[in-house]
Every structure is written in structure tokens, then in C-alpha cells.
């Protein structure tokens, strides 16, 4: 019976599968909510005559949509997850865990918000105070990392896959601390 590897890192202690699960869908359903989050906005300006196109209003749109989809899918999943039993939970951990796909995933949505968080304030300095943009570039880099991975996926350069590991279950590393 193979079981779940350690952490990375020391601070990845997770109380609970649903936690570790909860969290992970949050961090993609922000991505997804901070993208969506400005077609609504560009749908919003073009059906009213008198709005005017504002870069903050657009930053504030993406984080603030973002945030909600997080919360969002963390009810959806946290419900789903009071539902399931618990070897349901350690089965969608384990493939949360061994998923190549979704570490690419969060690679590139870091790097695109780290890159992003770095290029708003730089080329949009007057045109929003810096908390706006910040927090907007770096929600509107997540998302388009997310994008990114995804299209890739499409277009046919798959994240592949890792066979999960055989670890005996005696293994003196996998004993809780």
C-alpha cells in the first residue's frame, strides 16, 4: 500500500486531506475567477454609454473576482469533501499530490504572477495607486499562468505523467511527527 510522501516543506503540514484539498482547488479556482473577471468587466463597459475604461477599476475587478471564486470553490469543496468518506479523500490527495499537471499549473501561475506583480506597477504607475496594482497584477498573472498551462495542454505539450511510488508502509519516513 503505497502512502503519501512527505512535505516540501516543514510548514506543508496539513491537518487533513480536506484541508490539503480545499486549498489546492482555491488556488485554481482564484486563477480562474481573476481571468473571467475582466470579460465581465469589458461586458459590463460596453452595455452602459457613460463608463470609461480605468485600469484600477480593471485591477480591482480581477482580484476582487478572483477572491470570490476562491471562496467560492472552497464552500463547493469543502462540502464535497464532508460528503466523502475517507479513503475517497486520501485516493483525490494521493492524485493531487503525484499530479505533475497540477504542479505545472501552480509553477506557471506563480511565475506569471511574480512577473506581473513586477511589470503592472512598472508600466501602469499613474494610472492606479500601488496596492491595486499589485494585488491586480499579480491575480491577473495567476490567471494567465493557469491560461498558459492550459493552453498548453490543448495544443498537445501535456505536463506528463509520474507512477506513484511503491513506499513500504514500514519506511521510518513516513511516520507522522
Not at 480581477?62 to 471564486?69: K, L, R, Y
Not at 493557469?146 to 511503491?166: M, R, S
Request: with cysteine; charged share 20%.
Amino acid at each position: 500500500m503505497s502512502q503519501l510522501p512527505p512535505p516540501l516543506f516543514p510548514s506543508e503540514q496539513w491537518e487533513s486531506d480536506s484541508a490539503y484539498i480545499t486549498a489546492r482547488i482555491m488556488k485554481q479556482s482564484f486563477g480562474i475567477g481573476a481571468l473571467l473577471g475582466v470579460p465581465v468587466y469589458a461586458a459590463m463597459l460596453l452595455s452602459s454609454k457613460h463608463r470609461v475604461l480605468s485600469v484600477e477599476r480593471l485591477l480591482n475587478v480581477s482580484t476582487v473576482s478572483g477572491i470570490a471564486a476562491a471562496a467560492s470553490g472552497g464552500v463547493v469543496t469543502y462540502g464535497r469533501n464532508r460528503m466523502s468518506d475517507a479513503a475517497t479523500l486520501k485516493q483525490r490527495r494521493a492524485n493531487l499530490a503525484y499530479s505533475v499537471s497540477a504542479r505545472r499549473e501552480d509553477d506557471y501561475g506563480t511565475i506569471g504572477a511574480i512577473l506581473c506583480l513586477c511589470i503592472f506597477p512598472a508600466v501602469f504607475w499613474t494610472r492606479a495607486g500601488l496596492l491595486d496594482l499589485t494585488l491586480g497584477g499579480g491575480s491577473l498573472g495567476y490567471g494567465g499562468g493557469l491560461l498558459t498551462h492550459h493552453i498548453q495542454n490543448l495544443t498537445g505539450n501535456p505536463a506528463g505523467k509520474v507512477p506513484e511510488p511503491e513506499i513500504p508502509a514500514d519506511d521510518p519516513r513516513m511516520r507522522r511527527r
